[in-house]
């Protein structure tokens, strides 16, 4: 199983970036995918996920209202608009998935990770 994400990059404050992050070997339309980010000297965190039941979606408050999970479930893939991004969301981002059916915002939770994609988001 693999989880491949992707669409990092350097932006200004204020702009957009949308990340990608393919998973292949399995199928996850049933489970909760997620990302998580963990910035230089900080521990990982928890940003968004989102499950099949009602599309349901949770976010950090950090990042509420201006990121947005969604997933195409035929191409089991997750992505994260993110919008209005300003320096503290610099981080390495990296994509989650989870069959243990513990819950859905800890690293925890998770079983399945991708490698992460470095986000950096200049003043």
């Known amino acids: 199983v693999q989880l491949q994400a992707s669409g990092g990059g350097l932006v200004q404050a204020g702009g957009s970036l949308r990340l990608s992050c393919a998973a292949s070997?399995?199928?996850?339309?049933?489970?909760?995918m997620g990302w998580f980010r963990q910035a230089p000297g900080k521990e990982r965190e928890f940003v968004a996920s989102?499950?099949?039941?009602?599309?349901?979606?949770y976010y950090s408050d950090s990042v509420k209202g201006r990121f947005t999970i969604s997933r195409d479930y035929a191409k089991n893939t997750v992505y994260l608009q993110m919008n209005n991004l300003k320096p503290e969301d610099t981080a390495v981002y990296s994509c989650?998935?989870?069959?243990?059916?513990?819950?859905?915002?800890?690293?925890?939770?998770?079983?399945?990770w991708g490698q992460g994609t470095l986000v950096t988001v200049s003043s």
């Open positions: 070997g399995r199928t996850f339309s049933r489970y909760p």
């Open positions: 989102m499950w099949r039941g009602g599309d349901t979606t």
């Open positions: 989650a998935a989870t069959t243990r059916g513990s819950g859905y915002y800890t690293a925890q939770d998770y079983n399945y």
